[in-house]
């Protein structure tokens, strides 16, 4: 069964930066589709950013230009650079694979934009 931890979460200021990281266990990011996910509040989970195994990726229009999503087969592991971060990033981010989540969700790192 697939493991996803989720890592690199915290408390920043807006426009401020945070690095997460997705440790998949198993040798699957190199030949899935993996991508970011997030749930706010109240509100439904969302997809943030996608990367296919052959490097195509797509950020929901909201992110676009802010956040980077990357991803390292060697290590298993899927990053997403956030910059320039607003109050309404604030969520549990998730990954999973993509644009189709399948299996368990991890954990999630919370992310909290608060001046």
């Known amino acids: 069964q697939v493991q996803l931890v989720e890592s690199g979460g915290g408390l920043v200021q807006p426009g401020g930066s945070l690095r997460l990281s997705c440790v998949v266990s198993?040798?699957?990011?190199?030949?899935?589709?993996m991508g970011w996910y997030r749930q706010a509040p109240g509100k439904q989970r969302e997809s943030v950013a996608g990367?296919?195994?052959?490097?195509?990726?797509r950020y929901v229009e909201s992110v676009k230009g802010r956040f980077t999503i990357s991803r390292d087969n060697a290590k298993n592991t899927v990053y997403l650079q956030m910059s320039s971060l607003k109050f309404e990033d604030t969520a549990v981010y998730y990954c999973?694979?993509?644009?189709?989540?399948?299996?368990?969700w991890g954990q999630g790192t919370q992310v909290t934009v608060s001046s």
């Open positions: 999973n694979f993509h644009p189709v989540p399948f299996g368990s």
């Open positions: 990367i296919t195994s052959g490097g195509f990726t």
């Open positions: 198993g040798s699957i990011v190199s030949i899935n589709a």
